[in-house]
């Protein structure tokens, strides 16, 4: 097994210096680093595979067309997807929500119906259910959350009715870190006979993912952060309900044959993947997977886990810190506000030692909302994390006490 | 580098901003705001004779966006529509390394620091927008506070 010190041998970005001082990157629930041999390998597929997929008779197409594939295979093995099929590649989480909602939901959706979505949602699973309710006159209603940023799911089971017919929920919460209990949510959905979407883009590094087990319909995923590249992310659905589904773009490699009379279209998952796909991110996402995988989730989440157990405890015992989000099953974020110092203040200052946090609403301005602060400074954990960041995210908290003294 | 843009002037502005509130009477008001931070700064203006007699701010940011506005709402008080937008221009020149020239307007030079930290700018410069937008909105009788 690879040692967490070892390990930063393989990013050698975290080895840069930022403002003079020892970068302590602590952003990762806005995109991980990603290690050499994925970058090694995308950067192989341009040098030594690249050509056009799904399209050749030519040895190079083929091979590359295999390499596409496998990947695709890779990301239905690791959320333990009951065949390749099931997995469409996009540009990202938010992308495969926007299908969903535009397919699935312009299709089905009726005027009255109820989308049910969590308080704590990032503005990617809110905001294109909104646009998809608008043009169907369908309704778009909070779930409630605790203080703690868990779950209501009391309230969500005398929520849902014949009415409801989408449920939204996000795996882990990227401002707070709480994990959502997928498999009751998913349950609660089908007892009315909606469906479930779980926004994955925050659960797929750090908590396992078993969609057949949960009984998911759908689950969308971010490739850049789970140690793979940007621009690349994938949409976990149902065989059933993909094939019922009408196409989200058109375009070439998505159909079937097309005359000017009308044109019919392919298969899953083809059908929803119409133009050249970004075939080095895609092949550098299965890699990231297969690396993930060989270091060990748990052996990650141990790691993750523990800094941010002691970022927590250390934190809390500054005067004036608030610690939110007090989940009992949470990743390794913790997020927090300091007195009336303004988040943006805590992060300039903590970038002056070289502490990368992100500070703001975190693309949830509904949480934010519910939990009365404008913004949060949050600390998120990746496996290659040392106890050193979280020494100079002290150091730095303390700093920002001394300014605003 | 952090000192310089942190220190007392801009503290001390952030903890206790001038002119912050209302009016007893408003000309003109718009509001700023920066969706990055979630800042939000309305700006009230008296302009009489062309000239801003009076104005006053409301809102939430962060140290530097109200410092900015209670430095802005200092500087600019008393002068006349068009030499608070000059300055602003000056301002926004100088925050943004376009100019190299210090200010010399007073407390004013203390926010030069943000040229370091690009993506503070924004925050700076917020009170100054709507400040712009404000001076080309008069308030409707509706809108006008008791």
Not at chain 2, 69 to 79: D, H, N, Q, R, T
Not at chain 2, 115 to 131: E, G, M, P, S, V
Request: a negative charge; aromatic letters at 6%; charged letters at 20%.
């Amino acid at each position: 097994m690879m040692t967490n010190t070892s390990l930063l041998d393989q990013f050698p970005l975290l080895k840069e210096k930022v403002r003079g001082h020892r970068l302590a990157y602590l952003d990762n629930a806005a995109t991980t680093q990603k290690p050499l041999p994925v970058l090694e390998e995308m950067d192989r597929i341009y040098r030594t595979l690249n050509a056009n997929v799904h399209r050749g008779v030519h040895t190079l197409s083929q091979q590359a067309t295999d390499a596409f594939e496998e990947a695709r295979a890779k990301v239905a093995r690791f959320i333990k997807a009951s065949e390749p099929a099931e997995v469409i590649f996009t540009k990202g989480c938010t992308e495969s929500i926007n299908l969903v909602a535009q397919s699935w939901g312009l299709a089905n959706l009726k005027p009255g119906d109820e989308i049910l979505l969590s308080h704590g949602e990032h503005h990617a699973n809110i905001v294109p259910w909104q646009l998809a309710a608008e043009r169907c006159g369908a309704v778009v209603r909070p779930i409630p959350i605790f203080e703690s940023g868990e779950l209501d799911l009391k309230a969500l089971s005398e929520m849902v009715s014949s009415k409801t017919k989408v449920v939204g929920i996000k795996h882990v919460c990227n401002a707070l870190g709480t994990i959502n209990p997928i498999a009751e949510v998913v349950r609660l959905a089908h007892s009315v006979g909606a469906i479930c979407i779980v926004d994955g883009a925050q659960g797929l590094a750090h908590e396992p993912v078993d969609v057949q087990a949960w009984g998911v319909d759908f689950y969308a995923m971010s490739a850049h952060k789970t140690y793979g590249p940007m621009g690349v992310g994938a949409l976990y659905g149902k065989r059933s309900l993909l094939e019922s589904m009408p196409p989200f773009m058109g375009g070439g490699d998505m159909i079937r044959t097309v005359s000017f009379d009308g044109t019919t279209f392919n298969e899953i998952p083809n059908k929803f993947e119409p133009g050249t796909p970004n075939v080095p991110g895609v092949v550098g996402f299965g890699a990231a997977l297969d690396w993930l995988a060989a270091f060990g989730l748990p052996q990650a989440t141990a790691i993750e886990n523990d800094l941010a157990d002691r970022a927590a405890a250390e934190l809390s015992s500054l005067p004036g810190v608030v610690l939110r989000g007090t989940a009992s099953q949470k990743v390794g974020i913790v997020s927090f506000t300091l007195d009336s110092v303004h988040p943006h203040d805590i992060g300039t200052i903590l970038d002056s030692e070289g502490v990368a946090v992100r500070t703001g609403h975190h693309c949830c301005m509904p949480l934010m909302r519910r939990l009365n602060v404008p913004a949060t400074v949050r600390a998120s954990f990746a496996l290659y994390n040392q106890p050193e960041d979280v020494e100079a995210l002290i150091k730095g908290v303390q700093k920002v006490q001394k300014i605003f003294a | 580098m952090l000192n310089e843009l942190y220190q007392e002037t801009i503290l001390d502005h952030g903890r206790k901003p001038r002119n912050f509130g209302l009016l007893p009477m408003v000309t003109h008001c718009a509001e700023g705001h920066n969706p990055l931070c979630g800042d939000q700064i309305r700006v009230h203006l008296l302009i009489e004779d062309d000239t801003i007699q009076d104005i006053s701010f409301e809102g939430c940011g962060c140290a530097i966006s109200l410092a900015s506005a209670s430095l802005m709402s200092s500087a600019i008080k008393g002068k006349k529509v068009g030499e608070a937008l000059g300055l602003f221009e000056r301002f926004h020149a100088t925050v943004t390394n376009a100019s190299d020239e210090e200010l010399g307007i007073g407390d004013l030079d203390c926010l030069i620091g943000v040229r370091d930290h690009a993506n503070r700018i924004k925050c700076a410069t917020l009170a100054w927008h709507a400040l712009k937008v404000a001076v080309q909105s008069p308030v409707t009788q509706s809108q006008e506070l008791p």
